[in-house]
């Protein structure tokens, strides 16, 4: 079955290739192969590495407090990648440094034991890590403006690598062991690195970015609101990132499901992903971002009444429909609101609230959950969540409306 999936998925990047290069879109191209593997790096710690820490004797709380530390070295460093990237006009040569650096964070993991090493090395290792799929987005919204693209249509790329390694990886750990999670991680993100020297800069400008240009980003009225209301919604998803694998396990289900369970949705991201030029303008960004979230509270109430470990399979579909249109409309509607010369910055902001801010909430509040009550309550209480943010949107679209962002 994984070798159908494969060569499925190998004649699906044949096809497109071919398409890329007939174009004459070469930056496209190497563009697509980078987030592929930039995102098959990450997937191998946001899904696999709980699950290392469960087997070496942590408690869902410890686990949950590890789970935070990166999303805190996403909120500190991620703003400051994003900064330098616009500062100095390249995103390639930020995501060149972030790779050797998290190369050599991982290499030195090997050697952790300890919770209180596996606690600075986590916050050392999402500093370099955060920003190659982060900046990566950024660089892909530019080049999709630059080539008139739908940005959907080169991030489905960075899904694919997400779901396949997902998946392969779960094989690989049931057979040499969760002990070795580092190896296949390092194996990716060498490939990365090589890609990444290939890729080409866009839409730079030559207007001059300072810190006091970039902090007013955060500080205006319309993005903080916005990603105050986001921060509802992407709790809830951050939660899930840390504790499904757990949830597979405790009810019984082989590392293997955990393999299936992110490539079933993460491959239902990127078919999102892939049709967004087709369903993405018949609404408002809002709109779209109010409909996710719903969908959020449903896939999560669903999976609160879940008893054998199989039946999260096929609700992990509603990944698709939730983080797939959520990520584009809640992107595009950032990208709105910043100017050309702090795109960079701006998208990084948002990402670092995604994944960082909410990341941090999310594994302290679902592991404080699971140990005081249990993993199927904290999934009906990230149901409740996810419907408030959705509420919260509709209040912020009656607030603001379309008035117009400024930094002047």
């Known amino acids: 079955m994984v070798l159908v999936l494969v060569l499925v998925l190998g004649y699906v990047v044949l096809v497109i290739d071919l398409e890329e290069k007939e174009m004459g879109v070469g930056a496209v191209y190497r563009l697509k192969a980078y987030l592929f593997f930039a995102y098959s790096t990450m997937t191998v710690v946001i899904s696999y590495i709980p699950v290392y820490f469960k087997a070496e004797g942590l408690t869902a709380g410890e686990v949950g407090i590890l789970m935070a530390v990166g999303p805190l070295a996403t909120i500190l460093a991620q703003p400051l ?63 999709a403006h630059q080539h008139r693209i739908s940005f959907g249509h080169i991030r489905m790329w ?31 993100a060498i490939i990365a690195l090589w890609v990444a020297f290939g890729l080409q800069d866009a839409g730079v400008t030559t207007k001059p970015v300072t810190i006091v240009s970039a902090a007013k980003i955060g500080l205006h009225p319309r993005l903080f609101f916005f990603l105050v209301c986001t921060v509802f919604i992407s709790v809830t998803h951050r939660a899930n990132d840390s ?38 303008q018949r609404f408002s960004a809002l709109t779209f971002v109010f409909i996710s979230a719903c969908f959020y509270g449903i896939r999560w109430i669903l999976m609160s009444l879940v008893s054998v470990p199989w039946l999260l399979l096929p609700l992990q ?39 960082g801010l909410s990341g941090i909430i999310g594994s302290l509040f679902g592991g404080w959950m699971v140990d005081t009550f249990s993993i199927s309550s904290l999934y009906t209480v ?3 969540f996810a419907f408030l943010g ?14 117009i962002l400024s930094f002047s």
């Not at 040499?176 to 580092?182: E, F, N």
């Not at 499904?244 to 999102?272: D, K, R, S």
């Not at 429909?321 to 809640?330: C, L, N, P, Q, W």
């Open 382 to 384: 990230l149901g409740i």
């Open 243 to 280: 504790f499904l694998g757990i949830y597979l396990a405790e009810l019984g289900g082989p590392e293997a499901f955990i393999g299936w369970a992110w490539f079933i949705g993460v491959t239902a991201e990127a078919v999102v992903f892939a049709t967004s030029r087709y369903w993405f």
């Open 158 to 188: 960075g899904s694919l690598g997400f779901a396949f390694t997902s998946l392969v990886t779960g094989y690989i750990l049931t057979a040499i062991g969760v002990q070795y999670i580092l190896l296949p991680m390092m194996f990716m």
């Open 317 to 355: 579909l509603f990944h698709g429909v939730t983080f797939g249109i959520f990520y584009i409309a809640a992107f595009s509607y950032v990208s709105r609101l910043i100017p050309d010369h702090l795109q960079a910055t701006g998208h990084v902001l948002f990402i670092t609230t995604f994944f």
């Open 390 to 403: 959705g509420i919260g949107v509709l209040f912020y679209h009656l607030i603001f409306g379309k008035s």
């Open 81 to 143: 990648w994003g900064f330098l990237s616009d500062k100095y006009k390249t995103i390639k040569r930020m995501l060149i440094l972030a790779l050797i650096g998290l190369l050599v964070t991982g290499a030195v993991f090997l050697f952790i034991s300890s919770f209180i090493g596996y606690l600075i090395m986590m916050f050392v290792l999402f500093i370099f890590m955060s920003p190659i799929t982060a900046l990566g987005d950024s660089l892909s919204q530019k080049t």
